[in-house]
Each structure stands twice: as C-alpha cells, then as structure tokens.
C-alpha cells in the first residue's frame, strides 16, 4: 500500500469505529416498528427510571437505547407509564457495519456493558438486544443470555474513565 492508501484505510476506520456511526445506527433500527421510539431525554426518561425504581427495577439510562411502547401509551403520561410497566420492554441496539459480518451475525464482535447485562438481568423477557447489520439491513432481536450461550469466544474488559 501506499502512504495515501494507508491513510485512506486507517480514515476509513476510524469512521466505521465513530460512535456517530454507531448513534446512526441506532436510529435507522427503530424506524422498523411502530412501536419503537428512541430512549427519552430528560423529565421523561427520569420519570420512566422512577417508575420502575418505584417498582424495585433499578436500571441507567446508559442501559437501553430504544423502548418498544405500545401506540397508545403516552411515555410522557408518568401516571400511564406506571400503571403499564410491563408493557415496556427495553432495546439495547448492536450495530454491525463490518463487511465480515455474516448472515445471522456470525462474526459480529460487539461489548454488552455492565449496565445493559443489568438491565437484562433486571428486566428478564422485558429486555432485547437488537443485531443491526447496516449492510445487510438484517435485524436480529434477541436476549442477553441468547448472545452469551451463542458467543463463540468473550473477552472481559474493565473500562476507566480518568
């Protein structure tokens, strides 16, 4: 390679790697369903946390990236949220734009943080993690304990923030 074709590549990964890439991702898959919306900001997302918390569910909002609501419930209603909690589930999305990622996702190498693997926990069947290939366009909704019983190898991290 040349020194303009290694430049060339190394940009293109760092664009691949960029969380926009990955925030852009996110917002592509939840225009799949009616039912799912972006994470809520603000007085809203801190009302839903509350209310789960009130129901012993302690989750971050660095957890989950999209809910899937039904049409008719008004998140920003906290009354409404709170009598529906269980027909809230939470979606944590993965997105692939790797060319070596294959149909049904072998091969997608992604991190679940200690926060998502709580949730998970946390919310049982009312947390999905959606596989996103860009690519592709194939959208995988699955589970925490799904990912870790297919994963063919696992790497633990501890990530510091200085």
């Known amino acids: 390679m040349t020194p303009l ?5 190394k940009r293109a990964h760092l664009d691949r790697l960029a969380n ?3 925030a852009a991702g996110e917002q592509e898959v939840v225009q799949v369903s009616d039912e799912w919306i972006p994470r809520p900001k603000g007085a809203v997302l801190r009302g839903l946390i509350d209310a789960f918390a009130a129901n ?5 909002a660095s957890s989950f ?5 039904p049409p008719d419930l008004d998140i920003t209603d906290t009354e409404a949220v709170s009598a529906r909690l269980s027909e809230i589930t ?3 999305i993965k997105t692939a734009n790797q060319p070596r990622v294959k149909a049904g996702f072998d091969g997608f190498f992604f991190a679940l943080t200690e926060n998502e693997i709580a949730a998970a926990d946390a919310l049982g069947e009312r947390h999905r993690v959606a596989l996103y290939n860009k690519i592709s366009g194939e959208i995988l909704l699955t ?9 063919k190898s696992s790497t633990w991290q501890y990530s510091v923030q200085l």
């Open 5 to 9: 074709e290694v430049i060339a590549a």
């Open 20 to 22: 926009r890439g990955g």
């Open 56 to 60: 012993g569910v302690h989750l971050k």
């Open 65 to 69: 990236d999209a809910l899937a609501v």
């Open 90 to 92: 939470f979606i944590e």
């Open 143 to 151: 589970s925490v304990p799904e990912i870790i019983a297919r994963a």
